[in-house]
């Protein structure tokens, strides 16, 4: 019996599928499709166009199997994929074999692949939108999965290739071209923030910074000084601990901590710094560490540590308060001294001064005196050198020196060096004049208050007492309002103007601790609207009013004055002397001069009767005529000092003095001849 030929599996399967429903998909069709097309294009989707493609080519010999699975597949898919999609697929099977998905991993097509298209700084400047243009773009480029050309050689493949290939390289140049505009503008961005950090900077304020900058030398090390500090620390708990120890009768504790104690000041010494301490410091701070740790085992007592420290703190204070008062008498004395040079000038010019014959100790042009058409100065002093600066520094100035007149007044023992100085060095063409207060009859105990309490016993008592109070308390603190200067009449000259100059009508009043730096014809010219004194006001915003110089506890001052109101300098002062006579401002002064004969209204001084008697009666004149503090201030600005009219060397720093600051001494020094034989006589050098 003949054996029926078996039909292939494949065609029983799909005859039989047609046999039992015309017109429906085969259920092998519908699983190939749900367990193989769709995971593919999910998988595709999923990866944003991205196609991996690897290939696992069987070879021609393979399983046979496989060949007609594959068939079947390809078969089913042509009732669900377009025509087109399905004549890919096979011409891909034709070039590369079989389709897998490790083919698609290891072989991606150049259109889906976009890695490697450029470098790494183009990547991190891809934007959304060239995304979505890629992704628009790969419908085109999936219609084929390989970018390889056909094995076949055929015309159409190659023509396919050539496109593909083109426009490949067309699409890279477009995708480099927006790399390196993004790259141009992240760079433009770039340098606009660095224009506006720029621009930000110039609004700083760089003075302020620079108080602040840690390049500046004394912010190196903020704690460039914590190994001294911690010895003094040392030391100063050593010694606390020696007193317990001397008390429990632990002596040899006590030894050892006095030894510590010695080599710990030998090796601190006069250091500030770390830096200048001895090379033996960190052993001695070490042993000193160990030797405090011992004692503090030994004998501490927290409340008996608290009650010396205490008591170590008080007397450091006392300590300092002495040194305090000890200094501000010094510089007092110092201050109001007179140095050998000038002393020694002020002597040889006194003895040739009474050899001259009388008729060679008259000043020329005598005549100019009393003429109100000319400028006229008023200069009270007793220091030769320092009027003869004022001097010269107003004349070397002046535009017009012909036209300008000196009135010096001194006392007695300096009234023969004042005239020889003058009249050995005439001011030019200018006129001077040199008179003696002692010579003033009118000016007496009887008219001048002043001169009366000088002479009253309780004024003697304040200046000469023998056994005045040390303390601070007692108002040793105002050693500088017993200054020898305010026992001398020449301190108090400046109330009495119009009588000593009874024919002119305005005239500049100027100490002798200034310099002139230029013409100062202009202030005559100033209007003072009525008042009586033109002055430079020194108030600051809470600083040189009249709180600061009067005592307005009492009533007398609360009632007649604002403490608010603003202080103004003597120095260089321009008066009215119409006004002042009009206004009686030597009556004024009088008054207040005698309400404060106790002192309770003011100190000692010229100052506070001045902002008294001028009150409300005071023009403020513009600060470039006059800038103030040569004499103890350290930071006044240079350029300030340059355009000054008249610099003043008001405080204890005078320009004669050794103390004198040597960065504004050459303002005044300028006008000093130091080749001149009297000068050179007392060693007087610059």
Not at 188 to 202: G, M, P, T
Not at 473 to 480: H, V
Not at 529 to 539: D, H, L, Q, R, S
Request: charged share 25%; glycine share 4%; aromatic share 10%.
């Amino acid at each position: 019996m003949a054996t029926p030929k078996r039909l292939p599996y494949t065609t029983a399967g799909a005859g039989g599928g047609a046999r039992r429903g015309s017109g429906t998909v085969p259920p092998v069709v519908v699983l190939v499709f749900l367990f193989v097309v769709a995971p593919s294009i999910f998988l595709v989707a999923r990866s944003g166009g991205h196609v991996h493609v690897a290939s696992d080519p069987k070879g021609a010999n393979g399983n046979q199997e496989t060949d007609w699975q594959q068939q079947l597949v390809t078969n089913n898919l042509k009732t669900v994929l377009s025509k087109e999609v399905i004549d890919a697929i096979a011409a891909s099977q034709q070039e590369t074999g079989t389709v897998n998905l490790d083919f698609f991993r290891d072989h991606a097509s150049p259109s889906w692949k976009t890695d490697d298209l450029v470098d790494h700084k183009m990547n991190t400047s891809l934007d959304v939108d060239d995304k979505a243009k890629a992704e628009n773009s790969t419908a085109e480029h999936d219609l084929s999965l390989t970018y390889k050309t056909p094995k076949d050689g055929s015309d159409e493949h190659q023509g396919d290739t050539a496109v593909k290939i083109a426009r490949r390289k067309l699409w890279e140049k477009r995708r480099e071209k927006r790399a390196m505009d993004l790259v141009q503008k992240d760079d433009e961005a770039h340098v606009k923030l660095e224009n506006a950090a720029i621009e930000r900077s110039k609004a700083v304020d760089s003075a302020v910074l620079g108080k602040y900058s840690i390049w500046r030398k004394e912010n190196e090390n903020e704690n460039s000084d914590s190994t001294v500090r911690l010895m003094r620390d040392q030391i100063i708990m050593a010694r606390v601990y020696s007193v317990l120890a001397k008390s429990k009768n632990k002596h040899d504790l006590y030894q050892e901590l006095q030894s510590r104690i010695k080599e710990s000041q030998r090796a601190v010494g006069e250091a500030t710094v770390d830096a200048d301490l001895h090379h033996s410091a960190p052993e001695k701070l070490r042993v000193m560490g160990q030797v405090l740790s011992k004692a503090r085992e030994a004998v501490y007592d927290c409340k008996v540590v608290t009650q010396r420290l205490r008591a170590m703190l008080q007397s450091a204070d006392e300590h300092v308060r002495s040194l305090k008062k000890q200094s501000t008498f010094l510089s007092q004395l110092a201050a109001k001294t007179i140095p050998n040079s000038i002393h020694c000038l002020s002597m040889r010019l006194t003895i040739d001064y009474y050899l001259l014959p009388l008729e060679k100790r008259k000043f020329p042009r005598s005549e100019n005196l009393e003429n109100p058409a000319l400028y006229h100065y008023a200069l009270f002093s007793d220091n030769v050198l320092a009027a003869s600066v004022v001097v010269n520094s107003t004349i070397m100035n002046a535009k017009e020196p012909e036209k300008h007149v000196f009135h010096l007044v001194t006392d007695k023992l300096n009234f023969g060096a004042m005239t020889m100085w003058f009249l050995l060095n005439p001011p030019g063409k200018a006129t001077i004049h040199v008179e003696n207060v002692d010579e003033f009859k009118w000016l007496n105990s009887s008219y001048c208050p002043v001169l009366r309490q000088l002479e009253s016993a309780a004024m003697k008592e304040y200046y000469f007492k023998a056994d005045r109070p040390t303390t601070l308390s007692a108002g040793s603190s105002n050693l500088k309002y017993r200054n020898p200067k305010y026992l001398s009449m020449l301190n108090h000259l400046r109330f009495y103007l119009p009588q000593i100059y009874p024919k002119l009508d305005k005239i500049l009043f100027l100490d002798d601790d200034i310099v002139v730096q230029k013409d100062l014809t202009g202030l005559w010219d100033v209007d003072l609207n009525g008042k009586v004194n033109g002055a430079v006001e020194t108030c600051g915003e809470s600083f040189h009013r009249f709180d600061k110089y009067l005592n307005f506890s009492n009533p007398h001052i609360a009632q007649n004055f604002d403490p608010n109101a603003c202080g103004w300098a003597y120095g260089m002062n321009i008066f009215d002397l119409k006004q002042w006579k009009n206004k009686d401002i030597t009556g004024i002064y009088h008054k207040w001069q005698n309400k404060n004969e106790d002192r309770v209204l003011w100190k000692l001084g010229t100052l506070p009767p001045g902002l008294m008697t001028f009150y409300k009666l005071t023009h403020p004149l513009d600060k470039s005529w006059h800038v103030l503090g040569l004499g103890y201030n350290p930071s006044i600005d240079r350029s300030e000092i340059d355009n000054a009219a008249v610099a003043h060397y008001n405080g204890n720093m005078k320009p004669w003095l050794e103390l004198a600051m040597t960065k504004y001494r050459p303002y005044w020094t300028r006008y000093i001849k130091y080749d001149h034989p009297y000068i050179r006589g007392c060693n007087l050098s610059d």
